[in-house]
T-cell receptor, first 109, second 115 residues
């Protein structure tokens, strides 16, 4: 079983839609949860960082962590064409980060 | 703040040849990581340095890959000899300290194609 599972998509939505991206994990020792955005031919860019269960909001982005279900989500409100990218979840315990495979999102104008 | 710098951006070589990648982390970041990202997959850690010491190289194919960070700043990753399955993007990342509680900042990577 992989440490982190992420639906690879691709996901295509119209501009203005609410987007939900999800990851599940198996290791209950994971404490730190991150979402990275990766544009084509660029490196991953840190988008959100949380270390506890609950919600964290930053502008149009909300990260949600449910440790009891080992499930994390990223919500994007009022999605824009500039949000078109691959979104990677990442999580870890004391040491290494484990990445999901990424979900490719396209927002259609 | 300048980001993580990597070079070259692209490299094409034939199998069995050697290749080297260079990384300059964000100033003041003690921890440096090299990742391999195969198309359609998430980054996979190859090696982690804390200053100039190796913290984790458990997933580095040591028969062909080597890495060094001699002065605790810049780092190089080398592949010799290259195999077809080494075609990937090699990403360098840095963080203030080790541990997954420290957000990692990535460079744009070196895209390696093996013919």
């Amino acid at each position: 079983q992989k440490e982190v599972e992420q639906d690879p998509g691709p996901l295509s939505v119209p501009e203005g839609a609410i987007v939900s991206l999800n990851c599940t994990y198996s290791n209950s020792a994971f404490q730190y949860f991150m979402w990275y955005r990766q544009y084509s031919r660029k490196g991953p860019e840190l988008l959100m960082y949380t270390y506890s269960s609950g919600n964290k909001e930053d502008g149009r982005f909300t990260a949600q962590v449910d440790k009891s279900s080992k499930y994390i989500s990223l919500f994007i409100r009022d999605s824009q064409p500039s949000d078109s990218a691959t979104y990677l979840c990442a999580m870890g315990g004391a040491n290494n980060l484990f990445f999901g495979t990424g979900t490719r999102l396209t927002v259609i104008p | 703040e300048a980001g993580v710098a990597q070079s070259p951006r692209y490299k094409i070589i034939e199998k069995r040849q050697s290749v080297a990648f260079w990384c300059n982390p964000i100033s003041g970041h003690a921890t440096l990581y090299w990742y391999q990202q195969i198309l359609g997959q998430g980054p996979k850690l190859l090696i982690q340095f804390q200053n100039n010491g190796v913290v984790d190289d458990s997933q580095l194919p040591k028969d062909r890959f080597s890495a060094e960070r001699l002065k605790g700043v810049d780092s190089t990753l080398k592949i010799q000899p290259a195999k077809l399955e080494d075609s990937a993007v090699y990403l360098c990342a840095s963080s203030l300290g080790g541990g997954s509680n420290q957000p990692q900042h990535f460079g744009d990577g070196t895209r390696l194609s093996i013919l």
